[in-house]
């Protein structure tokens, strides 16, 4: 019953909150200094010089906090041998753009002469690749050292691009092009009252990245430096410009990659005698297809969130199809396919891209999909599994005596310390059974039929598709969002100045009928999102004990918030 | 519900094209599909020349030889300038001094004479010509019929005649060896599509129209080195390998179909030609995960069939001869033989036989088959 | 670009940099591009690391030569057993294959091609270059008196299969002679009596880094307590840098083990069995040499060519032809005759790593330093297969590659073998290959 209460004081705080219209006062937390993620150093190539530039290398591994990558990011540095793939990055990066082949294209100046310094030629360049890469203009000193390197460099070795490159691969190299280092208006003094503002290029930083997963282009930063984003109309305008960009896809498809951890498709592996359609191109498309679908629903179609759960539309494409058992014309293409109501399929959590990756390597996983569906979808914290937990009843799951998961399950979970958890997350994970390890559809496990029914906290499904229907449902599902994506913004925990500010944005959003885009628009304009406190606070203790207590979550439990990725059931 | 039903189910599905969005109009055998029943789509998954394990026939003559065996006294003058010339990278000078090259051009020499399988053997194969035919009869056409495994009678198969007594076609030999591997279709760089559909009944007893279509490109292979079931395969653009559709029925789970006439198209290795069949059959067990396991009976056009065996190329160097001293013949013997062993498709002025009846062993996977608009289904 | 120039050490002072010397007159043109490959894989030892391919035509029989178990103490396999020796310094990598998606196998060439190059042939002419070792070379083979250098035990110089594009195949050294003549001839300096020459790009990269440093006290005033610590590891790793190139300045350790061998015995040059072992084991000393001096970095042997036309005494019939003519034994199950070429050959291989791993260097031997990938056309010959080829690598590349094990790739693309062979040399890519055989992958149980 606890459940429905809680439905009940969420509804009444819902409708306390219908009233208040205007986004609230909220002073934001502290301020971030992110480190660039790989998509975001690529981005960043492409848009200082172009896409013909290459980027080759390793990158660190992203770290997951609050079950996020974006907030992860807040938190981690550089190693050292992070640091050596950084900038032999960056040489490989400066030889294409000083080469022969590239410099005439990208250098808006030539050197009067090739073989010698030309100071001019190369302030312009350093200045313009500088602006791009630090996301604001270079001070004079950074561009007069820089310079004068690029100079000596080029008298030293009778050529020009030597030192150029020389001096561009210092900015490559850079923690301010490494990081996304936020300041506060140069105003704010220790002494000032807060609210501080973020100063302009931060916040215009901060808007580019939340919107486009990209650094800011020309106008933004022109606009934050004519002072245009501290009014309230050059702020609406600059977001409805991003809003309305072809960039936009760019930045959902980066935040629900975080948010379903799809980082973690780069080392999926499968049993393949178990599962032999399964390869690591298969992975990947398992993992395009969910994200074309995702960026289609909300930004080409501008359809509301709970329709993500229920919508018939599949991108599609030839090697997927033997998963899905559907036929697909195009050979090499994407295609979007209507499905039939007899399908067994509809909405994102029957795609095969979930049933994979929150699976073991030869098997399904009921735990692992109910798991993430409670953290990721509503927000929810599961503990880790005990340490001392007895699995041979699972390694064997071919075994005579229980055939189906479900059995199997319930035999393990009757157990006092189990159920409180697998309580929470089976009964859903199992609406996924009829989908095997790798996605393909079954109707039975070992002979025995299975049986894909349950309840959603009360709201009852027979089947994947009815599951899907009642997240569509689940008054959850929208405050999840809104929580993820606000930290996804502003790169940390929400702060306690900022829970009225998710409150009201969950009223918004609700109001806007669930679009995407509306949601966007109330984060980027809001004032948590221009504000901050100075850094000193930080959030999270490196150990990673991190309490949750916003309203609507059900078990809240401590835990270590690495990656979700678990030894469980 | 099995895969294979599900199909049925979501043949009303409308395709709307990708990415860059603009809506298509639904496919013409989806379509065809959603009015007029069921669509089966197969794509051969195994593909192997009938080679009997069990009393493939005696050769009391022996084996053949090859030419440079025929020919030693010949070889022996040039053999080792040819080596030299080989050894300094001149490949063309070191074939051009060898004797003339009866596997470009068979008529450089008279018939070496070629070996064929007289006596009985039992191999798998259809009674393609509707008789128990007996080589006593006489005439141009005479053929003995072979019998198969489970005694079947007058099963049709010239082919092992001519080539039952050829080192690489006996048990055991290359040819045995290379489809243990299914290199047939593992390799091939095209794909044989098979697509049922059904006209009355069920597919596990009714009646059916067929048609074989050579696929656009490959098989798609999984981790096990499988081909992968339920995969959409497009046909070939060049409708030559499309076949005219072509009746079959399915009695108690045998599928049984034809004749048609079919090219279909292989590119394996350093071959890459098509098989010319003339009044070809379909005989299939249906298996309980959907495939499909059988034989298919046609009759092999022997110009054709000399081109396959001989337009062997690494790079821009003929390399029939090389295949032909490999395998264990000589084309010119062979060339001459073709005719003798010939049982199908008398010329209407001369009344020789123009081909040559041959069994292949085959299985199939269900498959989408994926064909342009452009192209009008069966009627 | 001939980095070879000598230059005093004193001669450096021409120019300054913020305290870092710089030269002048050297070519600069493309050393960004280059620099960091060698740079890097010094990184703390200041020997050289090397990188070889060693070749053998017409493969194994799958069921004789794959181990059956992974990891470490892979069980010994019947056409394994000759390696028993050198099991610890050695991986086995099986189950990898060329990958084809309409493009037809080209036989003897599709598994050669597609496995150094990334990507199948598309046409019978056609081959993707550059080949994985150029690719290597590139990056560490720049300013060592030879690029790589290339043998053919069979004494064909066309026995090669490295090549920048189809058009510029690098020709082999036929004979043992004609290797030692062209590294120990004339043009042979002695690497210890020779000055140091420090690497100019790596004083570049300093002066690079001493920019990124000014920056720092400026964000140390407006970062908050945790970020200024994560400041400081960055910078801390940014120090470690420049300590690691600050020690590829300094004048390295003699190269202890280098010396000048005596001319080779000459042995006939053709393919019989027993001459082509001899004259392998010849070359294989001189390369030894050779790399001990830092003559290379880069090289590859051809032990027996594609299609390999290893004889036996006496006998016409060349392994090729045997692995198509020969019956299969029906008691053994496989071709005698053309088997015995396997174990010959595997017998060649392990005499081959034993010499690189007789010099001794540093604290270990030569073979510590090197990555030399064993490869070939086919898997079975018989049947011209490119599924499952059979790879062997040996040395742990200057501590970068772990060996002693098996590790079954069970059907991926073999460019995760050449992505795995790149990264081990401190080639900085992420992905390699094309189409099909692309691959974001390498092998990471044997990547340290």
Known sequence: MHHFMRFLVITALLMLMACDTDSPEAQGGPVAMRRLTEQQYHNAIADTFDSQILVAGRFEPDSRRLGLNAVGASLVSVTPSGFEQYEAMALYIVGQVTSPQHRQRLLRCQPQDAARADDDCSRLMLGQWGRSLFRRPLTQAELQSRARIASETATASSDFYVGLGLALSSLLVSPDFLFRIEILEAAATAEQAEPLQLSSLSLATRLSYFLWNRGPDEALIAAAQNGELTSKEGLKREIDRMLASAYLAGGVRAFFEDVFTFDQFTELSKDVARYPLFSSDIGELAREQTLRYVVDHFVFQEKDYPSLFTSRQLPMTAQLGPLYGLPVRSGQNWETLTLPASYPRAGLLSQVSFSMLFAHPGRSSPTLRGVFMREALLCQTIPEAPADVDFTLFADDQQAKYKTARERLTQHATDGSCIKCHQFTDPIGLGLEVFDGIGKFRNTENGAPIDTS???????????????????????????????????????????????????????????????????????????????????????????????????????????????????? | MRIQLLIVSILGLLVACGDDSATTAPSADILAAAEGGEIHGYVFSQWAYAIPKVDPGVCPEGLNITEPEYLSDEYAKVSEESKRRYKAGDVKGAISILPADACKDPSVRPDPGHITLDGPATIVGLDLDGQHSKLSAGGQCAHEDFVGPQGESGIDNQYWRLMGCVTGFRPDGLFDRLFATNNSILENGYATLLEVQLVEGTMESGRVEARLFTSAGPVSKDANGQVIRDMSQQVHDDPMYHSAVFEGEITDGIFNAGPVDAKLRFKVQALDNHYEFKDLRLRAEMQADGSMKGVLAAYWDITNMFDFLTEVYIGPIHLGRAAANNIGYMCAGVYHAMPRVADGHPDPETGQCTSISTVIQFAAVPAFVIKPEKITLAQ | MNLKRKIHRRGFLCGSLQGVAISVGLPFLDLFLNSNGDALAATGAPLPRRFGTWFFGCGMNPQRWNPVTEGRDWELTPELVPVADIRDKMNVLSGFSVKMAGESNQVHRTGVFGTLCGGAPKTAESIEGPSLDVLISDHVGMRTRFRSLEMAAMGDPRHSNSLRDVSSV??????????????????????????????????????????????????????????????????????????????????????????????????????????????????????????????????????????????????????????????????????????????????????????????????????????????????????????????????????????????????????????TMQQAMGLNIGSWGTDQNQTSRPITEILV
């Not at chain 1, 997240?471 to 929208?478: H, I, K």
């Not at chain 3, 003559?295 to 032809?321: E, I, K, W, Y």
């Not at chain 3, 790593?353 to 898997?379: F, I, Q, Y």
Request: charged share 20%; with cysteine.
């Open chain 1, 454 to 569: 349950g309840d959603l906290d009360g709201r009852s499904f027979a089947n994947p598709i009815e599951l899907g229907q009642a997240f569509a449902r689940s008054p959850l599902v929208g405050a999840c969002l809104v929580e993820n994506l606000y930290r996804y913004a502003v790169g940390r925990e929400e702060v306690n100045t900022e829970r009225r500010l998710l409150r009201y944005l969950e009223v918004q959003f609700e109001q806007s009928g669930y679009h995407l885009t509306e949601l966007l628009r109330e984060i980027a304009s809001s004032e948590g999102f221009r504000t901050a406190t100075r850094g000193d606070g930080q959030l999270a203790s490196p150990s990673g004990v991190i309490a949750t207590n916003s309203v609507g979550k059900a078990p809240t439990v401590s835990m270590p918030a690495t990656t979700r990725r678990r030894e469980s059931l």
């Open chain 3, 170 to 419: 690098n020709p082999a050294e036929p004979s043992p002679l004609s290797l030692y003549s062209r590294v120990f001839g004339l043009g042979f300096s002695d690497p210890n009596a020779a000055e140091f020459s420090p690497d100019p790009r790596l004083l570049l990269r300093q002066s690079a880094l001493s920019i990124v440093a000014v920056d720092r006290k400026r964000l140390e005033r407006i970062l908050g307590h945790n970020d200024r610590q994560r400041l400081d590891q960055y910078f801390t790793s940014v120090r470690q840098l420049e300590q690691q190139i600050a020690l590829q300045l300094e004048e390295p350790e003699p190269l202890a083990a280098c010396r000048i061998p005596d001319s080779p015995a000459q042995i006939p040059i053709d393919s019989e069995v027993d001459h082509v072992v001899a004259n392998h084991a010849l070359m294989a000393e001189t390369l030894a040499l050779a790399l001990a001096c830092d003559q290379t970095r880069v090289f590859n042997m051809t032990f027996s060519n594609r299609a390999s036309g290893l004889r036996m005494p006496g006998s016409a019939d060349t392994h090729h032809t045997l692995t198509h003519e020969e019956a299969r034994d029906k008691t053994l199950g496989y071709q005698p005759r053309a088997t015995a070429f396997v174990l010959r050959t595997m017998q060649a291989w392990t005499s081959f790593v034993k010499t690189l791993d007789a010099v001794p260097e540093g604290s270990g031997s030569l073979l510590d330093n090197c990555l030399v990938m064993a490869h070939s056309e086919t898997s079975e010959a018989n049947t011209h297969s490119v599924m499952g080829l059979p790879f062997m690598t040996a040395g742990s590349a200057g501590g970068k590659i772990r060996t002693g094990l098996h590790v079954s790739g069970v059907g991926d693309s073999t460019s995760r073998v050449g992505l």
